[in-house]
């Protein structure tokens, strides 16, 4: 088993110390016989996820043990709605977690050899909990419990501070982190106490989410030519994820793992911190409470999990859970890889 881990983890007639590929796992076998599956976050909810995933095994079952975990039904708010409380934060993550692990149970049932022959695994903000439920280095009901408290803390920093997240579309000429500092200096000269305005998503060489106190956004939105922005998009949530304004939740998370059992990853978990894999349990334990305060990296997650050299054949990816999110930034970072992609949704 040993020699399958011994190819070099950096593409052929590259710069190794230069090349991100030397973060991933490269089994020395055809890529177009290995997969990589990836897992959205917070966003991708609709009200009817989940029905077409009823007909598949322990589906069911697990929609009701996470309803007797959360206090509510899952699966009704899933298939019903109304969608203005599944929007919410505390009710969004728990069901895009579930209605995620769900779809892994379709792809198990009609391709199991794409859940075999997996060597990594990803996720988007909540879903990287996903992820490491699929890695098993989290139990289902433990994950359930862990985003259960992560949506509660993240909710409750939010209420704290008036503040949300900007999409930002740019070109070579625009100034994002100029903006942003530009932002805080305006927050302080209203007086403004927990200023925050930075870089909270990296999702595609020419697109970034900017998170931060609510005038800090308005400012960037009334000046956007000044920065030269192509285009800015107002995310529907209630608060600044992924920045130092999630600090409490991050210190509710780091509490709650110490008191849940972690494993080993049986496959390699990339994390949002920095786009590298999980080494082993503790280092879950110590970064994965970091990952509400620190941007999520997913550009250099993908460069990381697809970098290679044009001669060279991609592995199959599958994207797990509702909407289609990560296959479209991937399209965006690397056209082959995504070409490579299937939708898992139901």
Not at 260 to 279: E, L
Not at 308 to 319: A, I
């Amino acid at each position: 088993m040993e020699d399958i881990w011994n190819s070099d983890p950096y593409p052929k007639n590259t710069n190794w110390k230069q090349s991100q590929a030397k973060h991933s796992i490269r089994p020395a076998r055809d890529p177009r016989d290995t997969s990589i599956i990836l897992f959205p976050g917070q966003g991708t909810q609709f009200v009817g996820m989940g029905k077409e995933l009823l007909q598949y095994p322990l589906v069911k079952q697990m929609f009701d043990l996470a309803s007797s975990v959360l206090g509510y039904n899952l699966l009704s708010l899933c298939l019903d709605g109304p969608k203005e409380t599944l929007n919410k934060t505390v009710f969004c993550q728990p069901a895009i977690l579930v209605s995620s692990l769900a779809c892994v149970e379709k792809l198990k049932a009609t391709n199991p050899e794409a859940i075999n022959s997996c060597i990594a695994t990803a996720g988007f903000s909540v879903g990287e909990i996903t992820a490491l439920v699929f890695a098993k280095a989290l139990t289902f009901e433990n994950a359930v419990r862990l985003v259960k408290l992560r949506a509660e803390a993240m909710q409750f920093a939010s209420d704290m501070t008036k503040s949300g997240m900007l999409t930002v579309f740019f070109g070579p000429n625009s100034k994002v982190n100029t903006a942003c500092a530009d932002a805080r200096r305006h927050c302080e000269v209203l007086g403004l106490e927990n200023i925050e305005c930075k870089v909270a998503n990296y999702l595609y060489p020419e697109c970034k989410v900017i998170a931060g106190n609510i005038e800090a956004l308005n400012f960037i939105e009334k000046n956007a030519a000044r920065y030269e922005f192509r285009r800015l998009k107002r995310l529907p949530v209630s608060g600044a994820f992924h920045t130092n304004l999630m600090e409490p939740a991050a210190n509710v998370l780091s509490k709650a793992l110490k008191k849940i059992p972690i494993q080993q990853p049986i496959i390699a978990v990339h994390s949002n911190i920095d786009g590298k894999r999980y080494r082993n349990s503790d280092h879950i334990v110590r970064f994965l409470p970091q990952q509400v305060v620190k941007p999520v990296c997913w550009e250099q997650t993908m460069h990381i999990l697809y970098e290679r050299n044009p001669d060279q054949h991609y592995p199959l990816t599958f994207e797990c859970g509702p909407g289609s999110s990560l296959k479209s930034i991937l399209r965006m970072v690397n056209a082959k890889a995504a070409h490579k992609c299937t939708l898992v949704s139901g």
